[in-house]
């Protein structure tokens, strides 16, 4: 019997079962919606100054790999509307705004 509690290999590393699904169904979220208005999301990796993270490790904050997509609105994602830091701007995006397209 598989539990979210159950630990599995994802990216490497081990996580949560729960964590690396949610992580996987990321990776299908590629752009931000906001009424009309829908943008790529900015995979890690392609940040500009300042959320660069340097380094060829995981997302310190949600395990994304490089050239993954952070979970929606990680503290390391940058925001592709304003590009700043998407989990504190003002575009108002919610991880609800995270969409197949
Ligand atoms: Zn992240
Ligand atoms: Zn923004």
Redesign the pocket.
């Known amino acids: 019997m598989m539990s979210p509690e159950d630990i599995v290999i994802y990216n490497g590393v081990e996580m949560r079962r729960d964590y690396a699904e949610s992580l996987a169904e990321a990776q299908t979220l590629t752009h931000y919606r906001s009424g009309d208005d829908l943008r790529s999301r900015i995979r890690f990796g392609d940040e500009t100054y300042p959320m660069v993270t340097h380094g060829s490790g995981l997302c310190p904050c949600c395990d994304a790999a490089r050239s993954q997509l952070h979970e929606p609105l990680c503290e390391r994602e940058q ?1 592709p ?2 590009f ?1 830091q ?1 989990m504190s ?3 108002d ?1 919610l991880t609800d705004s995270a969409c197949h397209s």
């Open positions: 925001c509307r304003c700043q998407v701007c003002d575009c995006y």
